[in-house]
């Protein structure tokens, strides 16, 4: 029983920040039609930054959400102004042009971190990052529930600005209906490029959340935007609150995996669960939750 | 087939020259066994990138998930090995034909897959093989890979087993195009509801293209077990290093094109290659560790201005350089 309990808790602190790389990617693929498949990558390059704030200027990685997260989201707009739009306008034999330049863009992001960074692990040792709370025999890793909790708050924060106000307005619409979202007057281009910058702002703080319990090499990224795809797919495209569902889905099932039938099969959990989906259930949990 | 003056030749000249030259090149290279290996590597990237090409070049179903199928091949060729030592030679017929069959398994699931959703689905099944082939230690020896004493130190003979593997899937691509079955391939993937409405079992197409490809991925799969003498799970299941690679290796040399995957395997393995080696030790050594970026670049610039690749776009590349070369003459 207690090995259940720890299991389910381990899973769900993880799950919350599953939860917010998926909606990045949920977004992402809600507005821009595609899958992107440099998410992680992109969630690699913010790790980094965090990284280098703290080895060289000793700031906390929590503080440096503040410095990182903005720049990572500028680098999103970079990528999707001058590499992923010029693509809208071109004719080309796959329609999936988009998707093979976001892999483009992952395999350029992975090398310059191995060419400045080398392929040596790294790791940010704060004082608090092998602290634990215990409650009963139940142990609980401190920066998990730091990050759980900063998770919670981004995605609050992430809603409010999705439900309240103009921008968010805009950026559901042009997920709905791209043309119609235009004849209201939205620009869907600015939308589409301002998306994609949010969602790799997400992914590079839920990255950095990660950091103090997670080494940073520069492979690090594909796994996370395997998770990422596997949980837009299980939560219902385009559906933050699915992509909440999906996350914290998939951190619990990936934990009962490895505790129950192998470490070695944690990964692949996700990706029976997401084939099961694709031929099931085809709509996601947002089919089922009815949201 | 019937003779029809209006159908071109099934093998042009300049593939006639092509196929002489990869004759003659491994003994021009013959006092270096490493130009050799290369010249290997081009031939099963030949390959890979042929039997991609089909599948989503011209039947619009692309494949994240290409190193299921080689991997599958090369375990084909590796498992009887390990187990009752069958010498692996035999996976150059086990090999494709596993690789059919897994293809033809998966395409019931995956067949109800759509776009980026096929994509998907392709790229989760290899890896979950992967996790698999490494989890399975009664089976596959797990991550220790199995291991097996090559046959000849020689070069030669694995060469022209690859180059008639690579030749022959070329040409059964070309061969299967110039058919009807490759005129249904086109219209699925321009637009399957049309094909279908037209009355065309796309399901059945669907079919036979994976049948075609899957088969070749298989055998270059085998063939890697037996040049290689060792696989494992994370090597040959590799998420970038195969399927990804095998998709850049068709985009650059150009999707929907016979020659276009040969071409950017040659590319592919000449640009990695002269990075590797930092230019043959001309430049410093830090540019070796650029071969990966390099090739990433060239891979968003081939996205970004030629969407084609190289010989989907030949005729454009062509005209802006003649346009220098008249430049040049008016000067």
């Known amino acids: ?291 | 087939m019937k003779k029809d003056k209006n159908k071109p030749a099934f093998i042009t000249k300049i593939e006639l020259i092509i196929i002489a030259v990869a004759i003659v090149l491994p003994f021009v290279f013959n006092f270096s066994p490493y130009f050799q290996g290369l010249l290997i590597f081009v031939l099963i990237w030949v390959i890979l990138g042929t039997s991609w090409n089909l599948l989503a070049g011209y039947t619009g179903l692309v494949s994240f998930g290409h190193a299921a199928y080689f991997g599958i091949g090369a375990y084909a060729a590796a498992l009887p090995y390990y187990h009752y030592h069958i010498s692996p030679w035999w996976g150059l017929l086990t090999g494709g034909i596993a690789a059919v069959i897994l293809g033809y398994l998966l395409g019931i699931v995956v067949f109800r897959l759509r776009g980026p959703y096929f994509a998907l689905g392709t790229l989760a099944t290899a890896e979950i093989l992967r996790i698999i082939f490494g989890e399975e230690e009664w089976l596959t020896n797990g991550h220790s890979g199995i291991l097996y004493m090559t046959t000849w130190v020689s070069k030669y003979p694995y060469y022209f087993t690859a180059l008639i593997l690579a030749l022959g899937a070329v040409f059964s691509v070309k061969f299967v195009m110039r058919t009807k079955a490759g005129f249904y391939f086109l219209s699925i993937r321009e637009d399957e509801d049309a094909a279908q409405a037209l009355g065309i079992n796309t399901k059945k197409y669907k079919n036979i293209s994976t049948v075609i490809s899957t088969f070749w991925a298989g055998m270059a799969g085998a063939f890697y077990m037996i040049y290689m003498g060792f696989i494992d799970p994370e090597v040959v299941f590799a998420l970038h290093n195969i399927s990804i690679i095998t998709i850049l290796v068709g985009i650059i040399g150009g999707v929907g094109t016979i020659w276009g995957p040969a071409l950017g395997a040659v590319v592919m393995v000449l640009v990695q290659e002269f990075f590797r080696s930092s230019f043959f030790g001309l430049a410093p050594s830090w540019i070796s560790g650029m071969h990966a970026l390099v090739f990433g670049l060239l891979v968003i610039f081939t996205i970004l201005y030629m969407a084609g690749g190289i010989l989907g776009d030949w005729d454009l590349i062509r005209k802006k350089l003649s346009f220098l070369r008249k430049a040049e003459v008016s000067e």
């Open chain 1, 1 to 291: 029983m207690e090995l259940f309990l720890q299991t389910l808790i381990y899973g769900l602190l993880i799950g919350g920040l599953y939860a917010v790389i998926g909606i990045g990617m949920t977004l992402i693929m809600g507005v821009l039609g595609i899958i992107n498949l440099a998410h992680g990558q992109i969630m690699m390059v913010g790790m980094y930054l965090a990284w280098v704030f703290w080895t060289f200027m000793g700031i906390d990685p929590y503080l440096s959400l503040f410095l990182a997260v903005p720049l990572v989201f500028l680098l999103g707009i970079f990528l999707s102004k001058y590499f992923l739009q010029p693509l809208i306008e071109k004719e080309s034999i796959l329609p999936e042009n988009q998707v093979l330049m976001t892999v483009g863009i992952g395999m350029v992001l992975v090398e310059l971190a191995r060419f400045i960074f080398t392929s040596d692990y790294k790791s940010v040792e704060t004082s608090y990052s092998s602290e634990t709370i215990a409650l009963g025999n139940i142990s609980i890793s401190l920066p998990m529930l730091i990050a759980f909790v900063i998770a919670i708050a981004l995605t609050l924060g992430l809603f409010q600005l999705l439900m309240k106000t103009d921008l968010g307005r805009s950026i559901r619409a042009t997920a709905q209906d791209k043309d119609a979202a235009t004849l209201m007057g939205i620009s869907s281009k600015k939308i589409t490029i301002l998306t994609y910058g949010i969602g790799s702002g997400l992914v590079g703080a839920a990255g950095i959340l990660l950091l103090p319990m997670y080494y940073l090499y520069p492979d690090v990224g594909p796994i996370f935007t395997i998770k990422a795809f596997v949980i837009t797919i299980l939560g219902g495209l385009g559906s933050p609150i699915g992509a909440i569902a999906g996350g914290i889905v998939l951190g619990v099932a990936e934990t009962f995996g490895a505790t129950y039938i192998s470490m070695g099969y944690r990964d692949a959990v996700g990706l029976v669960i997401f084939l099961l989906v694709l031929v099931f259930l085809p709509g996601g949990l947002k089919q089922v939750l009815k949201i």
